[in-house]
């Protein structure tokens, strides 16, 4: 547990710095209100967009946890989003269309697994494979082109509606986030994933199902990458097979990373891996919002700044970068 | 010895808490295939090391051909004359035999292309001289480690190498290729190579060697002519034990129960490569010892029995019930257990806590969704570390703080909480303070009592000796006898393990 509240303070810390910064710029930042029964603020607005990578964030911690990774989150929300609004397109209801999308996700988790876990091809290069051939198969589910949803269709309610005031996509990511949590706390399957990662050989001396943990995993990431194509379709009324989680896979490798979850496995953390999307979408709002001179920053330098902040929790959380800081430290002193 | 090739005197190595060599001395001669033989830490590796430039001596000397050298790097150490051929070999698979042979020499033409025809010719010859076959644009890929092997040993000979060191080179060949490669070693010990050869297979030693050098806890212990040096004269200077032919029988403290129920029962089970067809019984009540060498096949038998590696064919039957295909997960279900010889690699998982580690087979064989009440796991975890005496300030502390001994009870408190009715223990007393093995010993003794069918593997003869109701004796990777009751004697066991040339086996 010490482990955990350590990995989780620098995340948190830099959380808290941003909304002061975005505060102290506007104190608007940090209003909420209620409009029309629905919560409404910046901050709430982070959540909302981060509601995507946080799902995503929360499988791959997961899949981290047996020591893979997936490549392919970003097409399996595109794939589950086209398969979504095709089947409304082709007048099916909106619960049926959920119910494919998320169908479509856990298929694609499957033989993500399947290949890792039977075929024994590394994760990287198993899930490279499908993160190129799901974009391919959305798009001949959408014909090329980007299939509008109806604006009265009831599906559109996953991206836009609330629940008691709260915005539905930050619903369902906190409600995925207290699930799996239960998952690996009240089951086994969090040790599971645990020694998989942590000893593949000894967890199969121990009688351990190796291959049986890893498809798991893969699967449930299907499932909830599945439910981020699903709010990314609703929150803009069409399937976009080209753009749809486009390099979300990576926001959310980071997000697992900067929640204390190393790349190695054996280990995962469910609330960092939440953290750690708050932080990557808290830091692009700050970005967005900032204004230096009446201009806005550059998309170019936005992802700089990013890519800086990210390198700079990781240097922190990094032993090696401490032991090499240390010497430096005591001859300051 | 007029000619020495190689004169390695008073090598000393230390590592942080180790004595890797104390002052060894090692000649080889030219034209002489060398056996370097030892049981684990006995120095071998080590050695080889600094005669090949992997490390330098803390102290002490080594001449080649009357010449002073101080190989600091493999490379120069090659440059010098002295190659090695290790058993993960070094070649590119991707290549074609002959890249490999001229890999970073080859013919080139004057803008630097390379002259391919020549190349091939050229590696035509050198296989040709070697007394080798193979066509010379394969792709090392396709040919057996056997091929790859001899591939790499040419081209060592083709860099003018004066010394050949081949660090187990026989482990996963079969009997005609490891014949093929012994060929290969004669033929170059006519061409005058002094070659320098390290396996576990006491039989390949005599089938090769001129020269036998044993070495035993970083000393060396004798260098004898092969033809002088009975085999249980090696086994003795191996292991450090005089054999005591004179020993008295140990008096059995129970006389085998040949009506006891048959637990385990293997019919010609067999890997190839790996284990030759063996049969065993293993009874309720019983402690059956596996005594042999390293690379003998002891813990290779422990793996097929547990379903760890698959068997190649033979009949395997548990409690009565035949196993087709075998898993650990369903010789768990069936009552087996397993403490595997190498806790690291595949008995711990270093970061979980103890009482994950404790309970990870109890949860294994629950799965996932009927997890046991933390309340429960910690009283089940607590009464094992109680009752083996682990020490551990408390339960989730991560397994890898813990010493090797206490490591070693996580792993046995494990299985012990499954209540098995075979246990299969791979070294469990290797690496563990005195306490803590007599601890294991006496625990072993219990659960015999207590009617469970223990296999105890041990590189300690004494141990199995004094543990076991009978023994199997295992010689390179068959089963070269059974000793029970008045015959179950060090002395008998180590001339079993010699072999033939080992004086009237048995009593």
Redesign the interface.
Known sequence: MRDVARNLLWPFAAVAILMAFNALRDPAFLHLRLVDGRLTGAMIDVLNQGAPVMLLALGMSLVIGTGGIDLSVGAIMAVAGAAAAAMLHSGASSASAVGAALAVGAAAGLWNGSLVALLGIPPIVATLIFMVAGRGVAQLITDGEIITIAPDAAILAIGRGSLFGVPLPVLTALSAAGALAALAR????G??I??VG??E?????????VRSIRIAAYSIMGLLAALAGLIDAADIAAADANNCGLYLELDAILAVVIGGTALTG??FSIAGSLLGAVLIQTLSTTILRADFGGRSVPVELNLIIKAAVVLALCLVQSGEWRRLCRPIRSAAA | MADALVEMRGIVKTYPGVVALDGVDFTLGAGEIHALVGENGAGKSTLIRILTGAEQPDRGRIRLSGREIRPRRPAEAQRLGVAAVYQEINLAPDLSIAENLLLGREPRAPLGWIRWGEMRRRARRILGDMGLEAEVATPLRHCSIAVRQMIAVARAVDQKAKVLVLDEPTSSLDAAETSRLFDLMRRLRGLGLGILFITHFLEQVYAVSDRITILRGGRRVGSHAARDLSRLALVSAMLGKAAPEAAAARPRTRPVDSGAPARLVARRVFRRRVVQPFDLTLRSGEVLGFAGLLGSGRTEIARLL?G?DARDGGTLSVNGKTVQHHS??RA??CGMA?A?EDRR????????SVR?NIL??L?????????LPRRRQHALAERFVRSLSIATPDLSRPVAQLSGGNQQKVILA?WLLMEPTILLLDEPTRGIDIGAKDQIESLVGDLRARGMAIIFISGELEEVARVSDRVLVLRDRSVAGELAGADLRLSSIMERIAGSGGGDGGA
């Not at chain 2, 690699?345 to 979980?352: D, E, S, T, W």
């Open positions: 009240l089951t086994s399957l040790l599971f645990e020694g942590g000893n050989e000894a967890s199969r001396y121990a009688g351990l199902s054996g280990r | 547990f760890v650990p997960r768990i279900r397993l595997p690699a595949a008995g711990l998982v270093p970061h979980l994950d990870l087979a949860h294994a064989s629950r799965g996932w969704l009927r997890r494990r």
